[in-house]
């Protein structure tokens, strides 16, 4: 067995394409380090609905340029046999270590099978890539981009030529054609024959951020932001100022593009922490509100002077935002949501008269719902303008969201003035996350396993109504591996992550409110129900 690893490590060393990834290899094959090696060459990376994402490093468990020439050629062999033997290719690449090097592979591949393929000028947020796809007539996109990930990660997004990420059975179909390349000299390479685009399709995705906006709406509203280290600024900083909005506040530590990531243990707007020079930078200017980006600005993230300080609002509050200010301005069509939002945009919609649909976890599932004209998740992902950009998008949200604050400080009033008016019309949502990060996924699957074996009959002494296992599928969704509690009054969702070795747990409580004086009670009542909710299910699922 030990002379098999050793023989496989030395087989991909062989035709290892990447000096950096051969020589870490080189060295770990010299040293003898078998529960390292055996940690590379334990499997492959899976490829699935979310493409792929993991570590970078040599071996067919990381991420790198070797598994990267696969995923393309299977893709490449993927569209040809569905047709698309000579159509276009768009691929776009954030700012991370090798994102580059592993766009240009994708383009060489797609160039070699036959295909043609168009790379973004340079790093750009992943909403101008999904935007490029309809917008160029192209059969597929990829998107090199590990998201909010840590700084040693990085991933591989699959999009088909309706501009949404691809969903089953399209991701089995392209994983069996990555799993029959047997070897990187099957892959022709050629070194030339692609097309670096030049600015004109971000020049035709800034024109399109306009339409997101009323043509007569207020544009006072000030704003700090903070691109996250990521690709966010340049493009946001153009599409405020076409709108007309005050130019806004960098957070200059955060402002341009850097792999490390050094002032965030993770540079994603939801974890402690990561918004705190955010928080710094707005009690020294008093802005009227926070925007920030993750680092491939796809997710947009905001926070509001909440007495004395500033406060994150949660993703589900944005969404009941954002929804609100369509609804005024009078939209029509779906307003759709992942299962693991809140309920709070089904009744937005219902007393709009507006179609409301929910779907599984992921844009993916989302941006397919029919009819759309507005969709989000919980996970800071909102799309304001589906006929734009299929996908979530941190720099339309960012922009609808600051015309909503502009409109309401023309009226006095605050974004969590609306949040009020919400709860006192359709009852207080509150929501709340219990994620536990592991290093031994089986960890996650002894988790659901032993939820599904001793499931709970009541949590914070609310008994459950309904439990259903995801992995049957419901009426209107697909089978997914998850279990969602109906209680009285309350809601809980637990989920394994799709992109990090996370268990989710989704929760929410709804209060009645009868008058805006009942609010503080009501939240008292709801921080409690969460709080002891949290306890429970983590009781339950051994966590």
């Known amino acids: 067995m030990q002379d098999d690893l050793l023989a496989q490590a030395q087989a991909w060393l062989a035709e290892d394409p990447d000096p950096d990834t051969r020589a870490e290899l080189a060295r770990l094959i010299d040293s003898g380090d078998r529960t390292e090696l055996a940690a590379r060459f334990s499997g492959t990376l899976q490829f699935g609905t979310a493409g792929l994402r993991g570590e970078l490093g040599a071996g067919p468990m990381r991420m790198n340029r070797s598994v990267v020439i696969r995923a393309a050629a299977g893709l490449a062999a993927y569209l040809t046999k569905h047709g698309h033997a000579n159509g276009l290719v768009v691929i776009g ?14 383009a060489a591949v797609m160039t070699g099978a036959g295909l ?45 030529g309706d501009g949404s990420q691809i969903v089953p059975p399209a991701d089995t179909e392209i994983a069996a054609e ?6 990187l000299d099957t892959v022709p390479r050629p070194t030339a024959g692609w097309e670096t685009l030049d600015d004109a ?75 705190d020079l955010a928080f710094a930078k707005a009690r020294e200017t008093g802005p ?25 609002l949660r993703g589900d509050e944005v969404g009941a935002l954002l929804a609100a200010h369509l609804v005024r301005r009078g939209a029509t069509g779906t307003f759709a949501e992942s299962i693991v939002s809140s309920s709070l945009l089904g009744r937005i919609a219902e007393k709009a008269g507006l179609r409301h649909v929910e779907t599984l976890t992921g844009f993916k599932w989302i941006a397919r719902a029919e009819g759309l004209r507005y969709g989000y998740e919980e996970a800071l992902g909102y799309c304001v303008d589906p006929d734009g950009v299929r996908d979530k998008d941190g720099i339309t949200a960012a922009l609808l969201l600051t015309e909503l604050a502009s409109v309401l400080k023309e009226e006095g009033r605050t974004l969590l003035d609306l ?28 988790a659901m396993r032993r939820l599904r074996e001793h499931p709970p009959t009541e949590l914070a002494g609310l008994r459950i109504t309904k439990a259903e296992d995801l992995t049957q599928g ?11 509690y109906t209680l009285e009054g309350a809601r809980v969702i637990v989920r394994p992550s ?43 699922a051994g966590i």
């Open 474 to 484: 419901t009426d209107t969704l697909p089978p997914t591996d998850g279990l969602r």
């Open 288 to 312: 009227d509100l926070v925007i920030a980006n993750d680092p491939d600005a796809d997710r947009c993230a905001a926070a509001v002077k909440d007495g004395d300080d500033w406060r994150m």
């Open 93 to 106: 690449y954030d700012a991370r270590h090798k994102s580059r090097d592993f766009a240009l592979d994708t």
């Open 419 to 446: 949040l009020d008016d919400l709860a006192v019309e359709h009852g207080l949502h509150a929501t709340d996350q219990l994620s536990v990060r592991v290093k031994d996924l089986s960890l996650i699957a002894d």
């Open 178 to 183: 990555i799993q029959a390349v047997t070897s």
């Open 116 to 160: 043609r393929a168009a790379i973004l000028p340079r790093p750009l947020p992943t909403p101008v890539l999904a935007f490029a796809i309809r917008h160029l007539g192209a059969v597929a996109g990829v998107e090199v981009t590990a998201s909010h990930n840590p700084p040693r990660d990085n991933g591989y997004k699959v999009y088909l």
């Open 201 to 275: 399709v971000l020049d035709a995705y800034l024109a399109r951020t306009d339409a997101v906006l009323a043509p007569d709406s207020p544009r006072t509203a000030r704003t700090v932001y903070t691109a996250m280290h990521g690709v966010g600024k340049d493009v946001l900083l153009a599409a405020f100022a076409r709108a007309g909005f005050p130019a806004p506040t960098l957070v200059t530590e955060q402002a341009e593009p850097d792999p490390e990531f050094p002032t965030v243990a993770f540079p994603n707007p939801e974890e402690p922490g990561a918004m």
């Open 498 to 540: 799709g992109t990090e070795p996370k268990l989710k747990c989704y929760l929410e409580v709804v209060v009645p409110v009868s008058g805006r004086p009942d609010l503080p009670a009501a939240r008292t009542k709801a921080t409690a129900l969460l709080t002891r909710l949290k306890q429970d299910f983590s009781q339950a």
